[in-house]
């Protein structure tokens, strides 16, 4: 059975920081990569941060600076270090996996933490 543990979530004051981290177990593919993904009310699902197997990141634009994703691959997890945390940084915050099977691409989700930050 695949399960995304996401953890550390919380209530931060503006400029402090949090450390998100996500455990995936039960999946049988490869893995090609990890990314976090929120959702602040009221709004899309974005992209945030994303590491892939070789170990490539990529951030999204407002995030750049204060935001640092990693991983460790043997354990299939991947952490969120966000520092400088601004109010509009609030939202639920979820886990994503990606893996290939028999040339096929997939993902797995997981329920989201949520981060808040006060102004």
């Known amino acids: 059975q695949v399960q995304l543990v996401e953890s550390w979530g919380g209530l931060v004051q503006a400029g402090g920081s949090l450390r998100l981290s996500c455990a995936a177990s039960?999946?049988?593919?490869?893995?090609?990569?990890m990314a976090w993904y929120r959702q602040a009310p009221g709004k899309q699902r974005e992209l945030v941060a994303v590491?892939?197997?070789?170990?490539?990141?990529n951030y999204a634009d407002s995030v750049k600076g204060r935001f640092t994703i990693s991983g460790e691959g043997g354990k299939n997890t991947v952490y969120l270090k966000m520092n400088s945390l601004k109010p509009e940084d609030t939202g639920v915050h979820y886990c994503?996996?990606?893996?290939?099977?028999?040339?096929?691409?997939?993902?797995?989700w997981g329920q989201g933490t949520q981060v808040t930050v006060s102004s």
């Open positions: 994503k996996v990606t893996y290939t099977s028999y040339g096929a691409n997939g993902n797995y």
């Open positions: 590491i892939t197997s070789g170990g490539s990141t």
């Open positions: 039960g999946i049988g593919f490869s893995i090609l990569s």
